[in-house]
């Protein structure tokens, strides 16, 4: 009686046989590691194109947005809707402002164009070739007292004035006496923001959509990357 050798590992293994436990484990590893290069490519897309998650650290838009709550910052609207008055946006602060490198979050208010003035504690918007409108701003904190809390100068010159230029907006937190905002720092160029605030997602009892004001006496203008503007009416709230 003769006996046949054991047949070696290799490419003429029978059908149905499994490779040799190293290849199996390379293979794992090959798998392994492409599924975590393709969620790191995923989520830096999304993170840098799409959606940012944000805490606010800041008390300057209370009790709008208050300190330890989270948001999802909308990156990708604004490619195709520019920012608007009222839209709430998270943005760098301008050189030489701001501790760490922290975020800054802040109400828009003055588009380019505009002019922004400070008249006993109270907003007006004129519009380029209108007339200075008195905004309501009921998201604004309130007194102690209840009513609304009025909003003053903030630099040591007192300034109560600001024209925006193209590529610039103006912006104030929604608890003016304790802002540090454009009326400390001047206008926010377009480039320095991060996107809008979209979503507040934590806490729970606080999930919602960010809400939108509507100014009554304005009109919404959307400006290209050049300055150039087209005016449209706003008829309704964003969510």
Not at 63 to 76: A, F, H, M
Not at 144 to 172: C, N, R
Request: net charge negative; proline share 10%.
């Amino acid at each position: 009686m003769t006996y046949s050798p054991a047949p070696t590992p290799g490419t003429d293994l029978p059908a149905g046989s499994e490779p040799p436990a190293p290849r199996r484990r390379l293979g794992c590893a090959l798998e392994i590691v492409e599924t975590l290069v393709l969620t790191l490519v995923i989520y830096l897309v999304i993170h840098n194109f799409v959606a940012q998650p944000f805490e606010v650290e800041q008390e300057s838009m209370m009790p709008t947005v208050n300190p330890g709550e989270y948001v999802l910052i909308d990156k990708i609207s604004p490619r195709f809707n520019d920012y608007q008055r009222g839209d709430i946006v998270v943005f760098q602060p301008p050189e030489g402002f701001g501790q760490g490198g922290v975020p800054f979050i802040k109400r828009v208010i003055g588009l380019p164009g505009d002019t922004i003035s400070l008249e006993n504690g109270r907003v007006f918007v004129q519009q380029s070739g209108g007339s200075p409108v008195r905004i309501e701003e009921p998201y604004v904190v309130h007194t102690i007292d209840g009513p609304v809390a009025p909003t003053l100068p903030k630099d040591a010159e007192g300034t109560s004035s600001w024209t925006v230029p193209a590529g610039a907006y103006f912006v104030m937190g929604d608890n003016r006496p304790d802002s540090q905002d454009s009326r400390f720092f001047g206008v926010v160029n377009r480039e320095l923001i991060v996107g809008r605030a979209w979503l507040r997602y934590f806490p729970l009892d606080r999930v919602g959509f960010v809400g939108h004001p509507t100014y009554a006496g304005l009109s919404a203008a959307i400006y290209d990357r050049a300055g150039s503007s087209a005016t449209i009416q706003l008829s309704m709230a964003r969510p």
